[in-house]
């Protein structure tokens, strides 16, 4: 074992407040109940950085979100995030949150959110944004008629409203209220199956250092999660 990995199991120990004959283990290779708590965990930071961005934008006063204040950028975040969660692409397909838990006004919030990041913040040209072309002409016959200058005129989405911006935070509260009630299911049915797989079993796991994201992976063809 290298002097790397060690001291990312130790610092694990550490941030855990592990006891003397406890260990943290990876489950590489468990069920159903291991992938869906592993999507409800990648579920659940979505909302949390939804959720975040969005409280931060709403609480900040108008002065500071006016159109070109660069913090637009978190209500541009937070919507991103909340419509990541909502991806059916991708390798999350053992978990999902869903719409259904919202009631009719938050419905066609949650319709006009996720419009708005996939035809405005994902992709170009759209509702959301307007590019016209303009020129500057003089006279009126054809030997007066000059093209004097050509330009854009540009309107985009300026801003999220307050209103929106606070009933997409008690959005994100609610999704990750219900995630938590689904995250203690699996991991109580994770916790069931790898005690049924026995002792042998459970002491052939790798003990668990810091993970990490491989920055040198994220241009590779993506494979099913084991």
Known sequence: MSEEAEAGRDRVRRVMGLQPGQRVVKVTSGGPPALILADLASLRRDFEMAHQFISTFAGLPRSEVEPGSPHQALWIAAVAMY??????????????ASAALYDADDRLAHDYLIAMRNKY?????NAFEQAVVLAIIS??????LCVEGVGTQHASLARLSRARALQMVRMCESQMEDIDSRLAEAQT????????RGT??????EELGMVTV???AVNRSRSPRS
């Open 200 to 205: 042998e079993y459970l002491m052939g796991l």
């Open 121 to 125: 913040i994902a992709h170009s040209v």
């Open 139 to 144: 006279g009126e016959t054809d030997g007066e």
């Open 189 to 196: 049915a994770v916790a069931s199956e790898l005690s049924e």
């Open 214 to 216: 491989d920055e040198t």
């Open 83 to 96: 419509g990541r969660a909502f991806s059916t692409t991708g390798l999350r397909h053992s978990a999902r």
